[in-house]
């Protein structure tokens, strides 16, 4: 295609978006030019335009899911509003929800996630939840504190998002990480210095059994 440094501004600043530094710094060399159309090729796919545009879950947990979901999240140092958008996009809260791909429960582990952080009983809400969270709580140490990367890696794995550098460019993902930015509100969250141990609660997991 034709040198064109309005393309290439956009196209810097789309991967400055994904974390890339060096986007962000060639874009910077550039004069700013939003209004630049993307090429053709670039346009988003007309399936993940009408996702995003279907509504938002909204926070409609019973009370009796809200009061757990406030008491186990700051167990594993996560805000309850970022646990509940994470719920309310990966099932609806609705604790029996199975995906395609086997995900499971509330917080949707598949049985390699639900094993990883110690989770019997990925149906059992509180279980579910403690094995969700301890998850969310070690790839946001992982990625700092960056939510968008967090809930990245998530949805579709840290593996695909350390490959590329950032969100991954999948439909899916890119949806559901603005559906939960949207939800939740922030971009950063506070996190611990070092990631903790992944079945340093399942002490609390069997007590409960």
């Known amino acids: 295609m034709a040198h064109d440094e309005g393309i290439a501004w956009r196209l810097f600043g789309l991967a400055a978006e ?6 962000a710094r060639m874009q910077a060399l ?8 993307l ?4 346009a988003p796919d007309p399936a993940l335009e009408l996702d995003l545009a279907l509504p938002i879950p909204d926070y409609n947990a019973t009370p009796q899911l809200r009061a757990l979901v406030d008491r186990l999240a700051p167990e594993y140092d ?3 509003a970022l646990a509940l958008a994470v719920i309310a996009v990966e099932s609806g809260f609705n604790r029996s929800a199975v995906s395609p791909k086997d995900a499971r429960g509330l917080m949707q582990l598949i049985p390699a996630t639900a094993a990883r952080f110690c989770v019997h009983d990925a149906f059992n809400p509180e279980q579910n939840l403690r094995g969700g969270l301890a998850y969310l709580r070690w790839l946001l140490a992982r990625y700092s504190g960056d939510v968008t990367l967090a809930t990245a890696a998530y ?10 550098g950032g969100v991954p ?18 971009s950063s969250h506070p996190y611990a210095a070092a ?11 069997r007590s409960r059994r």
Not at 18 to 23: D, N
Not at 39 to 42: D, L, N, Q, V
Not at 169 to 186: F, H, M, N, Q, S
Not at 195 to 205: G, L, M, S, V, Y
């Open 18 to 23: 994904q974390g890339h530094a060096a986007g």
């Open 30 to 37: 550039l004069a700013a030019a939003p209004g630049t159309a």
């Open 39 to 42: 090429p053709a090729c670039m």
């Open 78 to 80: 996560i805000e309850p």
């Open 155 to 164: 949805n579709a794995g840290e593996q695909a998002v350390d490959q590329h």
């Open 169 to 186: 460019p999948y439909d899916e993902t890119r949806a559901y990480v603005r559906r939960i930015g949207k939800l939740y509100g922030k």
């Open 195 to 205: 990631a903790p141990e992944r079945c340093a609660h399942q002490i609390a997991i």
